[in-house]
């Protein structure tokens, strides 16, 4: 809690036994799609941790998606296919387990050579049949940029349902086959920053948001990237993004998610810490985990206590209406 109402975590990840990423490698080794059965006692093992970091950080309730890492989205499609519903089982399950901590959003089966219309039939169940309250999307499928870019209609289908079950898209990409940067330890944060910039540029400057107004995209980690120019430069959108295109504030550089908040604006800034997740180094000047970011936030000066409470609990649940929170 924070001053009397709840904070929501608007960027949480599955946490699951060694088992479960098991199972997806045999898959793939075998070639063939096979099911999971995961015991409520396994999982809880798992789940006990993740609520313990997030009792430390002071986080009420969290969206939990799936691990970009392990979405494994260059896979057949039909290892593709059998494996998203696995996942969006294991998500379902652990909300069974906490209705009260988490709620779900959902990796979808994306692909590289086929377009979104393929992620509409499990974009429905697990809204309607699960109870989830958003989708996941990685823009790189592949890890080769060879995707089309979100303005492209390989990926209207998959808008469309969003618009028509009033759950929004949460953009985070995966790993990445760039050549480049394979030496650098974690090469797939690279991958974030670049490919969540590129989608907020391409959002912002595409026409997406005309042809769906009642969209409304997420995208994780403040958007990747500051703006390095001024807000009438050519550079930057001029169009009023406030309704469709909202970031969360998981950033662990405290300069860096204040110039976030007065780029982007509050209104546009939901909660986000990735916990437990790749922030957990210790600040060396409070001894606190980096993603320990309630406190952060409370402490910037420019920040008044309604653009506070806007962050950690009216923009979220402004955003995913479907989630029913007090």
């Given at each position: 809690m924070h001053n009397g109402y709840k904070v929501l975590d608007v960027h949480g990840h599955m946490s699951t036994p060694p088992e479960f990423r098991g199972h997806v490698a045999n898959m793939v080794s075998q070639n063939t799609p096979a099911k999971l059965d995961l015991p409520d006692e396994r999982l809880e093992t798992a789940l006990q941790r993740h609520l313990k970091i997030m009792d430390e950080r002071n986080?009420?309730?969290?969206?939990?998606?799936?691990?970009?890492?392990?979405?494994?989205?260059?896979?057949?499609?039909?290892?593709?296919?059998?494996?998203?519903?696995?996942?969006n089982d294991v998500i379902a399950q652990s909300v069974r387990l906490h209705p009260d901590r988490f709620v779900g959003?959902?990796?979808?089966?994306l692909n590289r050579d086929r377009d979104t219309s393929a992620c509409v039939k499990e974009f429905e169940r697990c809204v309607r049949e699960l109870g989830f309250?958003?989708?996941?999307?990685?823009?790189?499928?592949?890890?080769?940029?060879q995707?089309?870019?979100?303005?492209?209609?390989?990926?209207?289908?998959?808008?469309?349902?969003?618009?028509?079950?009033?759950?929004?898209?949460i953009v985070h990409p995966s790993l990445t086959y760039d050549r480049r940067v394979e030496f650098?330890?974690?090469?797939?944060?690279?991958?974030?920053?670049?490919?969540?910039?590129?989608?907020?540029?391409?959002?912002s400057h595409?026409?997406?948001?005309?042809?769906?107004?009642?969209?409304?995209?997420?995208?994780?980690?403040?958007?990747g990237a500051l703006h390095r120019f001024i807000p009438t430069d050519h550079h930057i959108a001029q169009k009023d993004l406030s309704n469709n295109l909202f970031y969360d504030c998981c950033a662990y550089d405290v300069d860096f998610l204040e110039a976030a908040i007065k780029q982007k604006g509050v209104d546009q800034m939901l909660f986000g810490t990735e916990a437990p997740g790749s922030g957990g180094a210790v600040r060396p000047e409070t001894g606190r985990p980096g993603d320990d970011l309630?406190?952060?936030?409370?402490?910037?000066?420019?920040?008044?206590?309604?653009?506070?409470?806007?962050?950690?609990?009216?923009?979220?649940r402004k955003v995913f209406t479907r989630w029913n929170v007090d």
């Open positions: 986080i009420d309730v969290q969206i939990i998606g799936p691990r970009p890492i392990a979405m494994w989205h260059w896979m057949r499609p039909f290892l593709q296919d059998a494996w998203t519903r696995i996942t959003a959902a990796q979808l089966p309250v958003a989708g996941y999307v990685n823009p790189d499928p592949a890890g080769d940029r995707t089309p870019g979100l303005n492209d209609a390989y990926w209207y289908p998959l808008y469309e349902a969003s618009v028509d079950l009033e759950a929004p898209l650098i330890r974690a090469n797939y944060q690279i991958n974030n920053v670049t490919e969540e910039y590129i989608a907020m540029m391409i959002l595409g026409d997406v948001f005309e042809r769906y107004p009642k969209l409304k995209v997420v995208i994780c980690h403040c958007g309630v406190p952060v936030i409370d402490s910037l000066e420019f920040l008044t206590a309604e653009d506070k409470r806007k962050i950690f609990h009216t923009n979220p």
